[in-house]
Every structure is written in structure tokens, then in C-alpha cells.
């Protein structure tokens, strides 16, 4: 029997994000993924953004960890630990839930409806990896968003204009 290892290279149980100071990142990845992602021109990554409160964060990671592993929403997850430099409300981290290709809308709106099914009903936004590399965050640097309970894909132009 093979034990699956986190990304922080504990076996079994997987560490709980709202305690964790060793790392910034905890990763979950679905079968036959190997992290991190390698981007090409031809399959850019994406991610559907879930900011937790630190009290729920464990249990929605543990939610969105499970799901990844056995195949049901995109190729990989992380989640912010109490460790990560992250900049926003320090109440709350992200979960953030990979799709293959930002481009393939089909795609895109699967993960969100699965993620839905997992009953994750807060507002969530949509962005590119592109985005992140060109070290954009914020408020309009999403690609699409979708209001609380809801499947449908709202997409918004960003904020942000690629370099040509």
C-alpha cells in the first residue's frame, strides 16, 4: 500500500493550515499530478480563489484536499498556512483550487460547480496565473467571479494589461 506524502513531506494526516508556521503553502494534487504545475503557452493555469476565515480554515482545506485527491475538482490545491507572507485581512487565508487551463471556460465552470457540490457558498473569484506572475492581486485582477451560492461565471475585465 502506497502512502500518499503532503508537499511538506509529513505521510498520512496532513498538517492543519491554521497552525502551521513552518511553510507558507500546504498542496493537495490529484492523482498523477506532479506539483508544481509546468505552464506552457499552450495550457495556461488558473485558480478559483476561496478566502477562509482562520477558524474554518482546517476544515475547508481538508474539504477541497480530499476532493482534489480523488480526481473531483482540478489538478491541484493549496492553502495559505499561518506561515505564508500573506498580505491581505490576517483573519483570513486563501484556498486555491488549480484548473488546467484558464482558457477552456467548460473547464473552468466544472471546477466551480464541483466546488459548489463540496458546499463552498462563498463569493469566489477567478484568476490567471498570468496575473499572479505579473505580480497582480487585488480587487479587479480576476478574471471571473461568482456571488455566493451561485454556479454561474461573471466574467469581468481585469485591471491588469499583459505585457506584448
Not at 502512502?3 to 498538517?15: C, D, I, L, N
Not at 507572507?85 to 460547480?113: K, M, Q, W
Request: glycine share 8%.
Amino acid at each position: 500500500m502506497r502512502t500518499r506524502a503532503t508537499r511538506t513531506g509529513h505521510a498520512g494526516r496532513s498538517p492543519a493550515p491554521s497552525t502551521t508556521t513552518s511553510t507558507p503553502w500546504l498542496w493537495a494534487a490529484a492523482p498523477h499530478i506532479v506539483f508544481p504545475l509546468q505552464q506552457t503557452p499552450v495550457t495556461p493555469h488558473g485558480k478559483w480563489l476561496w478566502f477562509l476565515p482562520v477558524r474554518a480554515l482546517d476544515a475547508g482545506w481538508r474539504l477541497v484536499k480530499q476532493a482534489v485527491e480523488d480526481g473531483k475538482l482540478g489538478p491541484g490545491a493549496k492553502v495559505a498556512t499561518l506561515g505564508s507572507s500573506f498580505d491581505g485581512d490576517p483573519t483570513r487565508r486563501p484556498v486555491i483550487v488549480y484548473t488546467a487551463d484558464c482558457t477552456n471556460e467548460a473547464d473552468v465552470h466544472r471546477v466551480l460547480v464541483a466546488l459548489r457540490a463540496l458546499g463552498v457558498n462563498d463569493a469566489l473569484a477567478y484568476k490567471t496565473d498570468e496575473a499572479t506572475e505579473l505580480g497582480k492581486y487585488g480587487d479587479r485582477t480576476s478574471l471571473y467571479t461568482s456571488p455566493v451560492s451561485s454556479t454561474k461565471v461573471v466574467r469581468r475585465a481585469p485591471r491588469y494589461a499583459a505585457p506584448t
